[in-house]
């Protein structure tokens, strides 16, 4: 019989830092520690671990640092937290003290999937530490608490006792979030695009609140793609400025507008900007979804701006932002839910969810719940 690992593994981020907090965990966690640490008062650590005691001491040999050692939990699967000082250097240190005796690393992630009793309660730890914004944050709190398992649960019982509508509609409601589950803890994508001078750079800049991209009258300012981060009702965006797209231009100027286009296409939407103040120019057929933004308004019109549909603004005196922030918001997420809303999360949970309410709906109520069972 394989003996049962005890693994290591750092639970705060690396980097500096007063303090980290290390996490030894398995059946010879006291063992590999105990003679490791000596105690602040000099007295010899008790020979068994002695559960939920906390002691302050020193970890290591010669050279050691001082730590908190709390006894989280005792037995067979001991549990064991060291709080160390911070910092990269330490923090390796410690580590390998303890893997030179035998003890295994992992990462936080592998540590919360390997000791958590409930899957996706550990998975939903996991994408709570990347969500990006409070309301991201917020979402994958309420799958924490069980959201997304309580959904599961009953979808499987409807199934279980034949109650295929029942079924149905509750699959097709998580199946409906699961483009929003996708984005809990990765930002939507959205490209600012169009030609020359059109005020993208400005846009952008005005969206971010700071000067992200340099902004200038001669048209061909901007030749590379700069994205930043920002939040939009509390929905994380990584919007991109790019080059202003034209024809018959340098070989640098070139580049720029090949990049141009690829982000704009792979986007989740591309704002394509039009200056109320120029003839329009409009986007080719290979941009994927648009929303027109009429920019410069502050500006006279030489065109009938209120015959496109877009939204008006003027990145100089920031008219219309409020507007585009709100439109862009509905068209990110048109359906925003409530909360405690039941949602997949990760890709595993959003595809297998969509898998499975296309078999359901295909009358393939086995097939739909051994997906759901996978998910489990
Ligand atoms: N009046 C007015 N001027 C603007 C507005 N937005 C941008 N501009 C001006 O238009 C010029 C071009 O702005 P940019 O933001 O650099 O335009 P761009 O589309 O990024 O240009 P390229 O990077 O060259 O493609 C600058 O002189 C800006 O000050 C606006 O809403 N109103
Ligand atoms: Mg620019």
Partial sequence: MTETPTYAACLTPPGQGAVATLVVDGPRAWEVVRPLFRTRTGAEPPVDPPAGRILLGRLGGEVADEVVL????????????????????????????????????????????????????????????????????????????????????????????????????GLDALARRAGLGRRLTAPWRVAVAGPPNVGKSSLMNALAGYQRSIVSPTPGTTRDVVTTRLAIDGWPVELADTAGVREGTDALEEQGVRKAQATAHAADLCLWLLDASAPPVWPGADVGAVRFVVNKVDLPAVWDVAAVDGVQVSALTLQGLPELCT??????????????????????????????????????GDEARQILVGLI
């Fill in 70 to 169: 709390a006894v989280k939990r005792v037995g067979p699967s001991q549990r064991l937290e060291l709080h160390c000082h911070g910092g990269r250097a330490n923090v390796r240190f410690l580590l390998d003290l303890l893997m030179t005796r035998g003890v295994r690393f992992c990462t936080w992630q592998e540590f919360l999937r390997r000791t958590d009793s409930d899957p996706l309660r550990a998975a939903a730890s996991v994408a709570l530490a990347e969500a990006p914004t409070v309301r991201t944050a917020s979402i994958l709190l309420d799958q924490y608490n069980g959201a997304f398992a309580a959904a599961l649960d009953a979808i499987l019982a409807a199934l279980d006792s034949d109650d295929i509508d029942m079924a149905s509609t």
């Fill in 327 to 364: 439109d862009l918001s509905g068209r990110l997420v048109p359906d925003s839910p409530p909360s405690g809303a039941a949602m997949p999360f990760t890709e595993h949970m959003c595809a297998g969810v969509e898998n499975a309410n296309r078999s359901l709906a295909n009358g393939r």
